[in-house]
């Protein structure tokens, strides 16, 4: 074993070394890429990618993020996103978007076939939108990004689809290179849902052949592949043969599938193993857009509906330590509640909004009339405690380390007064919208992977009893944040988007309404005799279309 | 020491964990039959019955956890999103309309279509089961190899090594699953790599896993062994066969340890349904298909027809188990057929 263990050292210096001269390992949005490179050597065709993944999704196309990593596989969207953030043809070739913003016309190919041998063409784009916005069919991602902006798909020739709106929605394009939005067969959407949760049909790389529920999908190559996006490596067929995407739901059992050879790639690298990961495999991290993981908090209930007792709880604690503590420094504090580092328009000035300032929680607690204290030292008013409740998905959403981050802070609350009840939702609680009534907490953490400061119009547009939205988990009503975020959405100037943007974010953080955390993170790892694996911009989506195994 | 003392004298200890009372077999006679098959429905029909209740009334919507589980979102929904779910699978039906139709289509063996899976829960059941019984049943053999050699070799006998042998089976038998699974897997697959990391389907990964959980049993069965055959080594019978001039060996296994086991294979039916809780520690930390998972994951989505259906199944291979060990009952001690 010793032995082993230098000879492993030894090869990972040589391998620093070599990744220190030679050029570095290509990088991926604004992913971290570190790690040793990919063996050199001829890269060959053939092979099959084992693939360690963690959570399994029930259904094979939704809209979790979780299906978002499956759709990548075996479909294709109308655009892709490329690192830099600027949208390119896939399926459409090319788009004319009208003078008054509010219709997009896409031009598609001509020679792409489903797998089922159905024909791309207008008509399957439409069915594919109409369906997805249809509520019956449990799309509510499609439904939430297009939702309020959607007006009408229309089939103007075989090959010509325009998509209308009802206001200008600027972001559309980025949104539609996400899994979400990829282009399945109409044909076997025909079939119904049950058809379609094992085995959904698109026109992608590789082809969902089977499914062995808590073991493995089988995903084979697609030998007429002719429709990669204009940002991937390589057109046509992928070189691989066959993705074996395994589902290892333990951490220790999925790094030690990769050491031992079981694995070629692994998903989310234990942090704890991320030091010994990069002396030995090509690492990828890849922080996604959207919204990080962030605590809500509660406005509509006592005792967050005193803006200075929410402003008191984010002083409260040290997040940036505690984050950095939990995660051993592998995944980035982000303090900004509403964006995460990683997307568009996102305001850095913010992280720092709130730092670590107990003698200020205590003076805003003391204004707030949360003069005295129990014998616990909880504060008290009109002799009630000031107690909250924190509800976090357990497994779900917030992993271990994201626990102690809320142990932490909450430990650190105790100090200024609060009594912070940490409340971790089963799934079935969590899903089944046990916490979703204003009610039931104080604040509730979860993250939104997104590629565009858009999705702000998902979290923070008012829910009114006409227009109702449900993803406001901080029950915050503000027309002038509403109005701020719709004027970005719709600005075609870059600048003033930005402007829009930063407002937006500067009223949410004045306001406290959400407190930032941590990223939301895909990272991987790569063996070196693999080359090739990318992580794609929109979702954090691993990429093996273009991979190929070094001889 | 007591307590396994006391229970193994009539072999009846099963009934302390929901199996129903099971006395001696006596004549085969119809009635007898009838009484146990009898016995077998009200086990399934109570297992089936708890489970519906459990997961129907949980709190929490199951419309909603549908929708949102595919989002990945938490929300509350509509009315207009939440009508066409409930009209699908019936969910704003009385509880007693769903428990009837629930009912009905197990007596026509139809256990419904998993709400999750979108795939017949029967289909995913035959799917998945095999794996886990094969699991289950490996690791009740490997611990009954355990409980055997530890016996013959350590049982009864005074010495300096007879403290420590017990502490042992107290240690082993109170080991978390999830511990020596973990233990197992890093030193003995990650690092001697003697063994898959992945479980796989072969019969070399099959070992760590059924240690995993045969570990912990053997424990558990070796300290009601050790004290029956303790008592025994005491009884007349041993005593005359020793003055025979029969050798220790020989005593120890053709008229002891025979004896000894009675008590222990009258748990290994409980054994056999309570491995399944450990199989599914065991099918996530060595990556292994099986029922086990299945199951929890059907849980944390409230799949009422997957969980439901596994509950069944696995009360299924329980009730059975328990009729095989009183078969076994016979051979070991033709004493309780001619009774």
Redesign the interface.
């Known amino acids: 074993m010793r032995v082993r263990g230098r000879v492993v050292l030894a090869v990972a210096a040589i391998g620093v070394l070599v990744a220190s001269s030679a050029c570095a390992a290509p990088r991926t949005g604004d992913g971290r890429a570190t790690g040793v490179p990919a063996a050199t050597g001829r890269p060959v065709d053939g092979g099959v990618i084992e693939y360690g993944h963690e959570q399994e999704p029930p259904c094979a196309h939704a809209g979790w993020v979780q299906n978002a990593y499956l759709a990548r596989q075996y479909l294709d969207n109308l655009v892709s996103l490329t690192d830099e953030g600027t949208v390119v043809p896939w399926l459409a070739t090319g788009w004319d978007v009208s003078p008054d913003r509010l219709a997009y016309t896409f031009h598609l190919r001509r020679d792409v076939r489903f797998t089922d041998g159905t024909r791309l063409d207008a008509a399957a784009v439409k069915t594919n939108f109409d369906t997805y916005l249809d509520t019956k069919t449990q799309n509510s991602t499609v439904t939430a990004y297009l939702g309020p902006y959607f007006s009408a798909g229309r089939v103007l020739d075989d090959f010509t689809y325009r998509l209308e709106l009802k206001s200008p929605y600027e972001p559309l394009l980025t949104v539609l290179s996400q899994g979400y939005f990829g282009i399945q067969s109409p044909t076997a959407l025909a079939r119904g849902p049950e058809a379609n949760c094992t085995a959904p049909v698109g026109s992608g790389p590789f082809v969902l052949e089977k499914w062995e529920r808590n073991r493995a999908i089988t995903f084979v190559r697609n030998p007429n592949y002719n429709s990669a996006p204009a940002n991937a490596r390589h057109q046509g067929p992928p070189y691989v043969e066959k993705v074996i995407w395994k589902f290892l739901k333990d951490p220790v059992l999925r790094y030690g599938s990769l050491t031992s050879g079981s694995s070629d790639v692994i998903y989310n690298v234990p942090v704890v193993d991320w030091a010994d990961a990069s002396t030995r495999f090509q690492l990828r991290q890849y922080i996604t857009g959207g919204r990080p993981n962030a605590v809500s908090l509660n406005v509509t209930r006592a005792p967050f509906d005193d803006v200075r007792v929410r402003r008191a709880f984010a002083w409260s604690a040290d997040r940036r330590a505690a984050v950095r503590g939990a995660f051993l420094g592998v995944v980035p504090y982000n303090g900004n509640g509403s964006l995460s580092r990683s997307t568009p328009d996102y305001d850095p000035a913010l992280d720092d909004a709130y730092r670590y300032d107990p003698a200020r929680a205590n003076r805003l607690l003391d204004d707030a009339g949360w003069t005295r204290r129990d014998d616990r030292g909880i504060r008290l008013k009109d002799g009630k405690p000031l107690e909250i409740s924190l509800i976090y998905a357990a497994g779900a959403i917030v992993g271990p380390e994201g626990a102690a981050v809320l142990q932490d802070m909450a430990q650190q609350a105790r100090e200024v007064g609060f009594d912070v009840r940490l409340v971790p939702a089963t799934q079935s609680e969590h899903f089944g919208g046990k916490y979703a009534p204003a009610d039931t907490y104080h604040g509730y953490v979860g993250y939104w992977t997104s590629p565009t400061p858009g999705l702000l119009h998902i979290n923070w547009r008012q829910r009114l009893p006409n227009s109702p939205n449900p993803n406001n988990t901080a029950y915050y009503n503000d027309p002038e944040l509403q109005r701020t975020i719709e004027q970005g959405n719709a600005a075609t100037d870059p600048a003033q988007r930005q402007r829009y943007y930063s407002a937006a974010q500067r009223i949410i953080s004045d306001q406290a309404a959400a407190i930032g955390l941590y990223t939301q993170t895909t990272s991987i790892a790569v063996a070196p005799r693999l080359r090739d694996v990318w992580i794609e911009k929109s979702q954090g989506e691993p990429v093996f279309s273009d991979a190929r195994f070094v001889e | 020491m007591t307590t396994t003392a006391d229970i193994s004298s009539d072999g009846d200890i099963s009934s302390e964990f929901g199996q129903p009372a099971r006395r001696r077999p006596g004549r085969r006679t119809a009635t007898a039959w009838a009484g146990r098959i009898a016995g077998a429905a009200l086990v399934l029909w109570a297992a089936a019955t708890t489970t519906f209740l459990l997961q129907a009334l949980?709190?929490?919507?199951?419309a909603?956890?549908?929708?949102?589980?595919?989002?990945?979102?938490?929300?509350?929904?509509?009315p207009?999103?939440l009508a066409?779910v409930n009209a699908k699978y019936g969910f704003t039906d009385p509880l007693g309309q769903q428990y009837l139709d629930y009912l009905g289509g197990l007596l026509r063996g139809d256990l419904g279509?998993s709400y999750?899976?979108?795939?017949p829960v029967l289909s995913?059941i035959l799917?998945?089961i095999a794996p886990t019984l094969v699991l289950t049943a490996t690791a009740l053999a490997l611990a009954w190899l355990i409980v055997i050699t530890a016996t013959m070799l350590g049982a009864g006998r005074r010495g300096p090594l007879a403290g420590p042998a017990n502490l042992l089976e107290t240690v082993a038998a109170g080991l978390p699953h999830y511990w020596l699974g973990?233990i197992l897997?890093?030193v003995f697959?990650?690092?001697?790599?003697w063994f898959?990391?992945?479980s796989g389907s072969g019969p070399r990964g099959l070992v760590l896993p059924a240690l995993t959980l045969a570990v912990p049993l053997s424990g558990f069965l070796g300290q009601v062994t050790r004290a029956e055959f303790a008592r025994a080594l005491d009884q007349p019978h041993v005593l005359s066969a020793r003055a025979r001039g029969l050798g220790d060996t020989a005593t120890r296994f053709r008229h002891v340890l025979r004896h000894s086991l009675i008590p222990a294979l009258s748990i290994s039916g409980w054994a056999m349904g309570a491995l399944f809780g450990g199989a599914v520690i065991a099918?996530?930390?060595?990556?292994?298909?099986?029922i086990g998972?299945?199951l929890v994951?059907a849980?944390?989505?409230?799949d009422v027809p997957l969980v439901s259906g596994i509950v069944v199944a696995i009360a299924t291979v329980y009730v059975l188990a328990n009729l095989v060990v009183d078969f076994l009952y016979t051979v070991v001690d033709p004493r309780i057929s001619a009774a």
């Open positions: 949980a709190p929490g919507d199951r909603t956890l549908l929708l949102n589980l595919a989002a990945g979102q938490s929300r509350d929904r509509t207009d999103e066409p279509t999750q899976l979108q795939e995913v799917d998945q973990v897997l890093v697959a990650i690092e001697l790599s898959p990391v992945e099918e996530t930390v060595f990556a292994r298909a099986g998972q299945t994951a849980a944390e989505s409230r």
